[in-house]
């Protein structure tokens, strides 16, 4: 199955820091067996989270997005892709926070979201390198499941 990875952050978007939190997941995902077909780096702007959300959909079953999940004024991941989703899928943001809470009380702060848009699976996580995997850790098991119906498949 193929996955993008996009990370959100002014400072990474400028060179200014490292993107730790999308490689992490990168290797995650490929230690998985998914195919990471596309890398992207945006700031926290809303039309340039959405531009790069719709790009990268093109040729992946499921976009992976990193940051901008939090609580500062620049954090606006959320808002930018909530409108974007045909279906949110509660559960999944639920069971991160609530795997991530086993870990740390900060967890409940966390406003990570999951959904479909479209043919492709939305994950919006964490922008800290151990909260970004720990989140797409807990939930693993069930995204090929999800992809699989979001792409068509029939279960009974």
Do not use: Y
């Not at 899928?89 to 991530?100: F, H, S, V, W």
């Not at 966390?110 to 959904?115: D, I, P, V």
């Not at 151990?130 to 992809?147: N, T, Y």
């Amino acid at each position: 199955m193929k996955a993008a990875v996009l990370t959100i952050s002014d400072r990474c978007s400028r060179g200014e820091q490292q993107d730790l939190s999308g490689p992490a997941l990168v290797a995650l995902l490929e230690r998985h067996g998914w195919t990471v077909t596309a890398r992207a780096t945006v700031p926290d702007e809303i039309p340039e989270i959405r531009a790069a959300l719709e790009a990268l959909r093109a040729d992946a079953a499921m976009i992976v997005t990193t940051g901008g999940t939090g609580l500062s004024p620049r954090d606006v991941t959320p808002e930018a892709v909530r409108p974007l989703l045909d279906k949110e899928i509660p559960g999944l943001a639920e069971k991160m926070r609530r795997d991530g809470l086993a870990k740390t009380p900060h967890a409940t702060l966390s406003r990570s979201l999951a959904g479909v848009r479209q043919d492709a699976l939305v994950l919006c996580l964490p922008g800290s390198q151990k909260g970004a995997v720990d989140s797409l850790h807990s939930v693993l098991e069930v995204l090929p499941h999800a992809v699989e119906i979001i792409g068509g498949a029939q279960h009974d």
